[in-house]
Every structure is written in structure tokens, then in C-alpha cells.
């Protein structure tokens, strides 16, 4: 199961943090963060999914090491195709991961990779920039917690999917 446990509270401290600050720049501030705090979950929830598919799945020793260290810790990002799906293409193989895909519920399979490519570009602008004194538009820690919900039941879908076809 996918952690929620640490991610909620933390979203929710700083959502009423953005609405009690003192000035514009302590809500951009509290803004900034939920984003890089939702992502940083991201790419740690991802990361769980495939661990937990390789200890159901994996026997030998050298492949159990395998996994986290040469697929896990090679790969820093949250985009669907180019980090998730290539993690655990090199775990399980296309065909696998074609059939769970398949196998997925449609609407939080789309909500989850357009929710992910959204989130790459804002959490982008936001971790390359520093807070100069210009106002600027950010997503209130409300609108990042709707994000995380359709982050976390696509994620959870899939990996439920990946147990019923046997990852």
C-alpha cells in the first residue's frame, strides 16, 4: 500500500499556514513548499511501488540489490513515461507493464499522467527560482492537495492493478 500517513498533514499544516500568513511573500513561500513537498512524495511513492514489486517478484540476492540500487537510485524524477514507466519496464518488461497499463482503471490512468506532466512544469519553475520581491502566480496548497489526490488513486491503482496480474 502507498503511504499517505506523512504527506496529508504536512499538506494540510502548510495549506493553513498559506491562509493564516502575514504577508504575500510567507503564503508564496508555503505555496512553493507543498509543491516540492508533494513531489519529493512522488518520486518516494513511485520508488515504493517498484521495491515492494521486486520483493514479491524477485528471489535471488544479486537481483533483490539489483533493483534498488541499479534502478531505483539511477533514476530522479516524477514524469509517467520517462522515470515511472521506464523503472519498471527495466523490473518487469514492456509486455508487463502493457498488460497492467491495459488492466488500469482509464480515468485515474489519464488523471495520474496529466496531473504528473502539470506538476513537473510547476514544481520546475518553482525549485529553479528563488523569491525576489515579484509577485507571481502560484498553486495554493489547496489546489496541490487536489493534485496529490489524483496522484495518489492513480498510483494506487496501478499498483493494485500490478498485484491482481501478479506483480
Known amino acids: 500500500m502507498i503511504s499517505k500517513q506523512y504527506i496529508v498533514p504536512s499538506l494540510q499544516a502548510l495549506d493553513a499556514a498559506y491562509r493564516n500568513a ?35 517478484g524477485l528471489k ?6 539489483y533493483c534498488p540500487n541499479d534502478i531505483v537510485k539511477t533514476t530522479y524524477g516524477f514524469d509517467y513515461h520517462k522515470h515511472f514507466r521506464a523503472m519498471l519496464i527495466r523490473l518487469v518488461g514492456i509486455i508487463s507493464v502493457e498488460v497492467i497499463e491495459s488492466k488500469v482503471d482509464p480515468a485515474k490512468h489519464v488523471g495520474l499522467k ?9 514544481r520546475d519553475s518553482v525549485a529553479h527560482t528563488h523569491l525576489k520581491g515579484v509577485t507571481r502566480t502560484l498553486d495554493a496548497p489547496s489546489v ?18 500490478m498485484r491482481r496480474v501478479g506483480w
Not at 29 to 34: E, G, Y
Not at 60 to 65: A, I, R
Not at 114 to 122: A, E, P, Q
Request: proline share 0%.
Open 22 to 56: 502575514a504577508t504575500q511573500d510567507d503564503a508564496e513561500r508555503f505555496a512553493k513548499l507543498a509543491i516540492i513537498e508533494l513531489c519529493g512524495w512522488i518520486e518516494e511513492a513511485m520508488d515504493e511501488v517498484v521495491h515492494r514489486c521486486s520483493r514479491r
Open 60 to 65: 535471488e540476492t544479486k537481483n533483490l540489490e
Open 114 to 122: 496529466s496531473t504528473l506532466g502539470n506538476l513537473r512544469v510547476v
Open 144 to 161: 496541490t492537495m487536489g493534485n496529490f489526490g489524483r496522484v495518489y488513486d492513480g498510483l494506487l491503482d496501478l499498483y493494485r492493478t
